[in-house]
Each structure stands twice: as C-alpha cells, then as structure tokens.
Nanobody
Framework: QEQVVESGGGTVQAGGSLRLSCLVS????????LTWFRQAPGKDREFVAT????????LYGDSVKGRFIISRDTAKNTMSLQMNSLKVEDTAVYYC?????????????????WGQGTQVTVSS
C-alpha cells in the first residue's frame, strides 16, 4: 500500500528541539514534492516547509524560517523536519504530504498522499 507515515512527535519544553520523520512508502520516482503542514485546534492547516524529492530544493513558512530544517534521504525514502527553538505556538498536529505532480505547494487539495499526523506539544 502506498502511503506516508509520520513519527517523532511528542512533548517538549519551549526552547527545545524535536525531530519529525516521514517514511515514504511510494514509488519514489513518481514523487515530485514532500511537504510538512500543521494544524492547531480551531485553526486552518498551515504550511510549514516543503522540499522537492529529486533536487532537494526547500522553502519555509515565515513562522518557522530560521528555526526548522527540512531534509530528505532518497536512499532511505524518508523526509525529516528538525525543529529547533520551539515555541508554544508551534503546538499542533504535523502532517506529511506527498505530491506526484509539480504543484503549487500551498494548495492542500493537490497532494496525493497524507499521513495520519503526529502531535507536537510545546509547553511553557
């Protein structure tokens, strides 16, 4: 079954770090882009960071720029999100999404695969 599965969520104090992983069980030659989104209670899903599978080109949301680092390992079929200097407002469910086509990475409707999400809680 083709899917993406997140792992690595948890609870951390403000200022701490956490690393999320996304295992990509998809024929990787068909993937164009992988993206992290997050959703806090009562809020819309928010773009966090994106990376192209082949070239490794990255883009970040303004709220995480300079604190989070997205990467991918094509040999292990994984994508990661290193989250540093975490803030209480980073608390959310984090989702991994994969797109086969070249898409507007902000358009959540264009993604072909979504993970079940992993909870990240940052305490003050």
């Amino acid at each position: 079954q083709e899917q993406v599965v997140e792992s690595g969520g948890g609870t951390v104090q403000a200022g701490g770090s956490l690393r999320l992983s996304c295992l990509v069980s998809i024929r990787t030659f068909s993937i164009n882009r992988l993206t992290w989104f997050r959703q806090a209670p009562g809020k819309d899903r928010e773009f966090v960071a994106t990376i192209t599978w082949s070239g490794g080109n990255t883009l970040y949301g303004d709220s995480v720029k300079g604190r989070f680092i997205i990467s991918r390992d094509t040999a292990k079929n994984t994508m990661s999100l290193q989250m540093n200097s975490l803030k209480v407002e980073d608390t959310a469910v984090y989702y991994c999404a994969a797109a086969r086509a070249m898409i507007s990475f902000l358009d959540i409707r264009r993604y072909d695969y979504w993970g079940q999400g992993t909870q990240v809680t940052v305490s003050s």
